[in-house]
């Protein structure tokens, strides 16, 4: 019994770390912009097929595959600030619907391009297996926690100690006063976008080589993504990292008595219910200027 | 039984305590001024005897009655009305669709007091497409248009031009000849507030401070000592 | 007196497209499918359109109207148009009960909210077998019973069915915005503590619509179903709910036409322009956001910019 629970506990550490990548991004360009991009879902999918497509095409080695599809998706997410979210801002309503369109934009066009079949990244160095107590995991699992654990770190460090990750702060805090304060907040806007999209392509390109590389991979991501940040509180970074794993491991444990079919909806409820007892999440930032 | 009674109010808002033990009663209609430093609470007390927000304590009544805690819907179907800081007006509606909107008074009401205030030529275009001082004498003159026994007006004069002003005084003072009612306006403009209203009250530290005739107030040395230290 | 013509001029022409197209079944195709998608769209319509309410899961209560008519149809042997009524019910009450949930949050968490229980519902369609017969789907599901000698089986005769669903829908979609309650909706829309202020409890209102918008959209549940003579959860699915945003506003937030037009250009453009399904979904999707960015009233909103250009 313990076994499992160890097991499904680690496995819900995985889960959670990618939700944590996607709720991340999410949570830095909502803290900046206000704006809530649905579109990570499919930018996280996007960086799996670019991690794909340069592994496979490009250079035989993942990580470098990895670091460029990083870099490509940071530049997407740049363009999409400018074309799409900036001149959107402070129209909420819009927003959403416009990153609805670009997911179904995108989704579609990698289908067209890809076909709708799956793709398989096999990274032979990850697949050894790791002995943790009684149990075997594939390095990709370890892998994924390790880097997770490690960008949350450094994201930390960043946003303390760096200059840029100060302006983030402010900027998120504070519209207003970072403006009077001199901080080029559209340059930051910009930035974090960039930021954000390219922690999803990080997330993409770590589980590629774990499950298959296919059109909806973004989708369950993105979803519990977004639940993990609205349990966290919608402006808080700590809180998007707390909400992601708690996402992520009640999902997993929950395997162990309830049908795996209502996996999906675990998540969900839990999120629903966290929710109704703490409204604003349970590190819940009272943003300014929400009615 | 006053009107208006407000006891013992408290408020706090993060470490924050906008309203600490605020008490206030109006026993007859009038135009009164609410004036105080920054972060006297003036606008809390506007939003809990609106019911935008709850008290942490303490009690308001209207006639007696205890509304504590009431939504606003509720209140305005009680007869409180109120302008915005921001001024809110639906920017979609026209000027006249604006003023119909729940109105309890009939269409030829609107149109006259449209006339009042020199707006009727926009009686029929969307109200984003005013001036921000336009806008602001439209939401004011908005607030009539439900009869209101208590009228709360949150710095009507902010943002508006100087030009304005009078067309606004001689309204307010008009609409209170017709009918009067409690006037309660927050407003840091004095020269605006002080010819306007009978009495001043004063607000500092989210209690009531001092209260008198605007002369009296204004010479006071409790609340110029409020405003400087 | 040019719009009452033209309306006319159109009704005429919906109630004769079964003669005029008699060698086309094609076209009753396109027509009927038109119809159902434009049912739950009017009922968006009024949630997103005119409330300002972003649901993200709405064709969830099309789901739960379709399959409770299902069962009522199938494993107790209700009329059809009884079953209709209790799937319309059945959605209604659905709506309100989630509704009251969902309307606790605002904006961002309410749309997610939404997203989660339709997400949730998806799921109790797919998984609980032995009601709704899980993912392979429902079988079975009849048309309405013959009326006399006219039966409901052909595509021109189940045409008329369809035509008098969309038409109700509209009817009700119109009569609300046109009411005092649909003033109050457009003002809730615009400023909702502004309304608040002037005397309107939101959160019955915003309930009321939410009801009311999933009652249409179980309507066009039972519809779809009857059509396509089976349920499945394929068509309830965060996709289909995503779609029924798009037609929403493609069509025109907000506006009277704005969920035919939309329905319209989302299932016949494809057809008409004969492209692989996934390449309209990237113009779908590019449309959307263009739309966004530049003509936020949809279609709808362009025609009407026409035809002043025109009579100007």
């Known amino acids: 019994m313990l076994t499992a629970v160890l097991e499904q506990t680690l496995n819900g550490l995985m889960a959670g770390s990618i939700y944590v990548l996607v709720a991340l991004g999410m949570v830095l360009i909502y803290g900046v912009m206000h704006v809530l991009n649905f579109a990570h879902g499919v930018l996280l999918m996007v960086g799996a097929y670019l991690c794909h497509f340069f592994f496979t095409r490009l250079t035989g080695s993942y990580l470098a595959a990895l670091l460029l599809s990083i870099a490509a998706l940071a530049l997407i997410g740049i363009a999409l600030e400018r074309a799409v979210f900036r001149p959107l801002q402070g129209n909420l309503r819009s927003q959403v619907i416009a990153s609805l369109g670009l997911i179904l934009a995108i989704e579609h066009l990698v289908i067209a391009l890809w076909g709708p079949n799956a793709l398989q990244m096999r990274v032979p160095a990850t697949e050894a297996l790791v002995p943790i107590g009684a149990l075997r995991f594939p390095l990709q699992h370890v892998l994924i926690i390790g880097v997770t654990l490690a960008i949350i770190a450094g994201l930390f460090a960043f946003l303390k100690y760096t200059k840029l990750g100060t302006a983030i702060r402010a900027t998120s805090e504070d519209r207003q006063a970072a403006m009077v304060v001199g901080i080029p907040v559209e340059r930051v806007d910009w930035m974090t976008f960039g930021l954000g999209t390219a922690l999803a392509a990080l997330g993409g390109a770590l589980i590629g080589p774990l499950f298959l590389v296919f059109p909806q991979m973004g989708d369950a991501p993105m979803v519990k993504g977004l639940a993990g940040i609205l349990l966290g509180g919608m402006g808080s970074v700590p809180g998007a990292v707390v909400g992601g794993f708690i996402i992520g491991i009640t999902e997993a444990l929950s395997t162990l008595v309830l049908p795996t079919d209502y996996r999906d909806s675990v998540a969900f409820a839990v999120m629903v219910l966290i929710l109704l007892a703490w409204p604003r999440g349970l590190f819940g930032v009272r943003v300014r200027g929400e009615d | 039984m006053s009107l208006l009674a407000v006891e013992g109010l408290a408020k706090r808002y993060g470490g924050v305590a906008a309203l600490a033990g605020c008490h206030l009663a109006f026993e007859r209609p009038g135009v009164y001024g609410l004036i105080g430093p920054n972060g006297a609470g003036k606008t809390t007390l506007f939003d809990v005897v609106t019911g935008i927000v709850e008290p942490d304590a303490g009690r308001v009544r209207i006639d007696g009655r205890d509304v504590t805690g009431w939504p606003a819907y509720r209140l305005a179907a009680a007869g409180v009305a109120r302008s915005f800081q921001e001024c809110r007006v639906f920017p979609e509606f026209t000027c006249l669709e604006n003023l119909l909107f729940r109105a309890r008074a009939p269409e030829s009401e609107a149109r006259r007091l449209l006339r009042l205030v020199n707006l009727e030529k926009y009686a029929g275009e969307p109200a984003a497409s005013l001036s921000f001082g336009e806008r602001r004498l439209l939401e004011i003159v908005g607030t009539f248009m439900a009869r209101p026994r208590i009228l709360l007006l949150d710095e009507p004069a902010a943002g508006v031009n100087p030009a304005l002003f009078e067309v606004l005084q001689r309204f307010i003072r008009t609409m209170y000849d017709e009918r009067p009612l409690l006037f309660l306006i927050v407003e840091h403009n004095m020269e605006f507030i002080m010819a306007l209203a009978s009495e001043i009250v004063v607000m500092h530290q989210g209690a009531v401070l001092e209260r008198g005739a605007p002369h009296a107030v204004q010479a006071s040395p409790r609340v110029l000592e409020a405003y400087l230290g | ?312």
């Open chain 3, 1 to 312: 007196m040019a719009g009452r013509i033209a309306a006319a001029a159109l009704a005429a022409l919906l109630l004769a497209v079964p003669a005029l197209a008699a060698q086309q079944p094609y076209v009753l195709h396109v027509l009927i499918l038109t119809c159902l998608y434009a049912i739950p769209a009017v009922g968006l319509n009024l949630m997103l359109g005119y409330t300002g309410l972003v649901s993200l899961g709405h064709m969830a209560f099309a789901g739960v109207g379709a399959y409770t008519a299902a069962v009522l149809m199938v494993d107790a042997g209700w009329s059809f148009w009884l079953a209709l009524a209790a799937g319309v019910l059945g959605s209604a009450a659905a709506g309100a009960a989630i509704g009251a949930v969902c309307l606790r949050f605002r904006t961002h968490f309410f749309m997610i909210v939404t997203l989660a229980f339709g997400l949730m519902l998806y799921s109790v369609m797919n998984n609980w077998d032995d009601v709704t017969r899980g993912a392979a789907g429902f079988p079975g599901i009849p048309r309405p019973a013959p009326i006399g000698e006219w039966s409901f089986g052909p595509l021109s005769h189940f045409y008329y069915l369809a035509l008098g669903g969309a038409l109700a829908a509209f009817a009700a979609q119109w009569l609300a915005v046109r009411s005092s309650f649909g003033r109050v909706l457009v003002a809730l829309r615009q400023d909702e503590r502004l309304a608040q202020a002037k005397g309107v409890n939101g959160m019955l209102y915003k309930s009321a619509v939410f009801a009311l918008g999933s009652a249409l959209a179980g309507l066009g549940g039972v519809l779809h179903v009857s059509f396509l003579r089976v349920a499945a959860p394929a068509s309830f699915t965060l996709a289909e709910s995503i779609n029924a945003v798009l037609i929403v506003i493609v069509g025109g937030a907000g506006t009277l036409a704005g969920p035919a037009l939309g329905a319209l250009v989302f299932v016949g453009l494809p057809e008409y322009l004969r492209i692989a399904a996934e390449w309209r979904l990237v113009l779908f999707g590019v449309a959307l956001v263009l739309i966004t960015l530049f003509a936020p009233q949809g279609l709808a909103g362009l025609l009407a910019r026409a035809w002043r250009a025109v009579r100007a």
